[in-house]
């Protein structure tokens, strides 16, 4: 766990399931215990949460399986993150004074109400984000992009890095620019450029740039689709996931999120 006097800008906490690891996440078997951790962090800047947990329209999981069966063990719908959560008047307080300004649930086919829910669960009040969803049959795909030397290494630490020339160490900066512009850094906003080597070397995965798109069906096809800002491509993402917003009802038309959504 980051020592409280660290800056992290990244805080990524894996629930349950160890095989949802993208990378030096902190493994926690449930929210309860990863309340406990987050209580911890007391840090005044800015930072963001990335929570990998198995999920399906308006629950979430630390185990697989059927997440829609009502008899299913360990799932978190609305009203039990409302109780862990909203309802502790100690977190409420630890989540405006050191809570994150940015939410990456890294989950499957949650809708966007549900979304909503998780986002204003952890993040402080200022915070901008809004929900969007995902829907049946879509899901997060999580790659960790590298950058390789002449030689085909991977460049993983900042002694690597330093062995490079000044032309092939420009070209390491200009991949990193290009993947935090199209894709964000972990499922979030792109990251101020004077930081870019600081989140690629410093932050989870350590070494590497989390790229997450949108991947549909249940072989999981990636739409190439960034998955931090998914709506903006409206006609391409709702072509995809259709019911991003929850079930679609009989004879309506599936409609954008606003702008500024609810959180």
């Known amino acids: 766990m980051p020592d409280k006097k660290m800056v992290s800008r990244v805080i990524y906490f894996v629930v349950g399931d160890k095989k949802l690891d993208s990378g030096n996440g902190i493994h926690v078997e449930n929210l309860e215990e990863m309340k406990k951790r987050l ?3 007391e840090q005044e800047a800015s930072w963001r949460l990335v929570i990998s947990i198995h999920g399906a329209d308006s629950v979430i999981s630390p185990k697989g399986g059927d997440l ?3 008899k299913a063990e360990d799932y978190y719908d609305a009203e039990k993150i409302q109780k862990i959560f909203n309802d502790d008047e100690a977190f409420k307080t630890w989540r ?7 939410t990456t649930l890294n989950a499957c086919q949650v809708h966007r109400k549900f979304e909503a829910v998780i986002i204003s669960a952890f993040n402080k009040a200022s915070a901008t984000q809004s929900a969007q969803g995902l829907g049946k049959g879509c899901r997060p795909l999580t790659k960790i992009m590298q950058y390789f030397d002449k030689n085909g290494k991977p460049i993983e630490t900042r002694s690597q890095l330093s062995t490079l020339g000044e ?4 070209i390491f900066t ?4 290009e993947l935090n512009d199209q894709y964000g850094y972990f499922g979030g906003q792109p990251v101020p450029r004077t930081h870019l080597l600081n989140y690629y070397f410093d932050e989870p995965p350590k070494g590497g740039w989390p790229v997450i798109t949108v991947g549909v069906g249940a072989s999981k096809v990636d739409s190439g689709i960034s998955f931090f ?12 996931c259709q019911e991003h917003m929850g079930p679609m009802l009989h004879g309506r038309t599936p ?7 609810e959180r």
């Open 39 to 41: 209580v911890k962090i």
């Open 167 to 170: 032309k092939e160490k420009a």
């Open 68 to 70: 829609k069966n009502p």
């Open 255 to 261: 409609a954008v999120p606003p702008v500024n959504d």
């Open 96 to 102: 405006e004074n050191f809570g994150p300004t940015w």
């Open 174 to 177: 200009k991949f990193l620019s």
């Open 229 to 240: 800002n998914r709506t903006v491509k409206e006609s391409e993402f709702i072509d995809k």
